[in-house]
């Protein structure tokens, strides 16, 4: 078997990734707005800020990417079930032999996807499953009253966890502080915790720990 040599250049190989989106409602939460509700672009774009932060050390930016993670981890399970219960619903009424097609939009809206962070693909995921949920919601509803299972009451809520997700980075304020300037009470310290707050001090130490450990 006659061999070809190739050449290939791993930092050349650039992902594509790419999301379908068939409702307004999900459209809406990815658009978002930087002077009034964040979507998942500006969510995107202010995560990248806190997690160079953290990386620089700013223990704020530490406490708020550990809080977006588990935040994350909760919707994610929270909208499975969600999508399970009424995924049920659907299956039993195929028992009966009604069959319930979920609707896809003829022309979705499809966004490429290039973002900096895990946490911001993480997000972009919940939002094609809540953009599924949405559609599962409004084809039940049209079945009328189900005693078992609101659905639009379940998307709604869905909706209002993700934009407090959204919503999270604006917590955190630029301040150039580190964990050093904490548990040394500089000035810039001080006048962090003023802002935002006081931190355990374990908890200090253990991120100062862990940024050694990296640069190590």
């Known amino acids: 078997m006659e061999q070809v040599e190739t050449q290939t250049n791993a930092k050349r190989l650039t992902p594509q990734w790419t999301m379908q989106l068939h409702t307004q409602v999900a459209q809406r939460l990815f658009v978002g707005s930087w002077n009034r509700r964040f979507g998942l672009q500006q969510f995107a774009a202010s995560m990248k800020r806190v997690c160079d932060a953290a990386q620089a ?67 972009a995921f919940l939002l094609v499953d809540f953009d599924y949920l949405v559609r599962l919601s409004l084809t039940l509803k049209g079945v009328g009253d189900l005693k078992t299972v609101k659905p639009m009451a379940l998307y709604q809520a869905m909706k209002k966890e993700l934009l407090q997700l959204y919503a999270l980075p604006r917590q955190w304020r630029v301040t150039g502080v580190t964990c050093a300037d904490l548990l040394q009470r500089t000035a810039k310290g001080l006048q962090a915790e003023a802002l935002l707050g006081v931190l355990p001090r374990v908890l200090l130490e253990n991120f100062k720990v862990n940024q050694l450990a990296l640069k190590l």
């Open 57 to 123: 050390d700013d223990p704020y930016a530490h406490v708020l990417t550990l809080q977006v993670d588990e935040q994350i981890q909760k919707l994610y399970a929270e909208q499975q079930q969600d999508i399970i219960q009424l995924e049920d619903v659907r299956d039993q009424f195929a028992q009966r032999g009604v069959q319930i097609v979920v609707p896809e939009n003829a022309a979705p809206w499809v966004k490429p996807l290039r973002f900096s962070t895990p946490m911001a693909y993480q997000a």
